[in-house]
């Protein structure tokens, strides 16, 4: 750009000082750096790393009934949408606490395990529905075992050895029990430190199941054709809570239930554990900064003007040349 102002030779002789190699080379020094900048705030990742994140927790396992008694309306708008919607409502309100599922009807199956990961439930939360246990029945002691096995799954010695370890279950159910023994399934959770909240879902006076055969809503028939009524069983379910050292709530369409529940649960003594979290790729953007710095620091020190040696190289030079004329014109003459 200073070649529209005036000639190379110009300068030179303005500033006959300046090195313009050097002035090339605190110009490449620079570019590199901004180079190596904007490297940086690119924020380069690589590798990857797991870390451990220690957290105060308390292990909630929900056993939700999948069977078809679920279905009947008198929870709005059905026992399983009512009771599907109350653990969405705690699964909002839950912050550091592991949570698990399971459902039931014939059997039990669990959804997922006890987690952080609170989205990923709600996804498994969404998809669940009376098919998703095939096996008919209502299976709560084997509800009650999968949840008792699955606190002890992921225990460590420590809290093999300590009752008090906080384990909470709650059985989300319309009480109707027609496989193995819930009781003696309780009593031995209990032992196991397991805290067991029921909540009775559906009406004592009873309602019907609806069904749909050949396009028609009907209700389901016993072999007599008469319309089957399922009630609610709050005497089981709250044997079960009292087993358990916990309590019994009758369910509605709020959800209202699962907050009491919740606000017990936040009385509990909570636990340290250890979270390993997985950390895909990891920042490098430091490195290229601190690169940058250092060339900017070394641009500023390398001065533009030529060396000593050189000058004085050039110098010598230019009087030898400045003697070697005046031997010639002297021989001329």
Known sequence: MRNAFASI????????????????IKFGILLFAIALVIVGFANPQIGSRFEEVKAE???????LDVSKSMKAEDV??????????????????????????????????VQFPLTLDYSAAKIFLDAIDVETAP??????GTAIQIADKSFSDIEDENEKNNNNANKVLILIT??????????????????????????????????????????????????????VVTKLDEESLLKLASIGSGKYYRATTGGDEL???????????RREIGVKQFTEYESRYQYFVFAALLLLLTEIFVSEKKSNTW?????????????????????AI
């Open 174 to 227: 319309d009480g109707e029990n027609t496989e193995g023994d819930a009781f003696a399934a309780a009593t031995e959770a209990a032992k196991n430190g397991v805290l067991i909240y029921t909540i009775g879902v559906g009406s004592i006076n009873g309602s019907p199941i609806p069904e749909f055969i050949n396009g028609q809503r009907d209700f389901k028939r016993d072999r007599d054709g008469n319309v």
């Open 135 to 140: 096996v008919p029945g209502s299976a709560l």
């Open 259 to 269: 907050v009491k529940i919740f606000d017990d649960i936040n009385k509990l003594q």
């Open 76 to 109: 709005q708008p059905n026992r399983l949408e009512a009771a599907k919607y109350a653990i969405g409502q705690l699964l909002n309100m839950v912050r550091g606490d592991r949570v698990g599922l399971s459902v039931f009807a014939g059997d039990a199956y």
């Open 311 to 331: 000058h004085k190289f050039k110098s010598l030079a230019y009087r030898n040349s400045v003697d070697k004329i005046f031997v010639e014109k002297e021989k």
């Open 57 to 63: 927790a308390i292990d909630i396992f929900i056993s």
């Open 9 to 24: 030779e110009l300068f030179q002789r303005l500033s006959p000082w300046t090195s313009t190699v050097k002035q090339k």
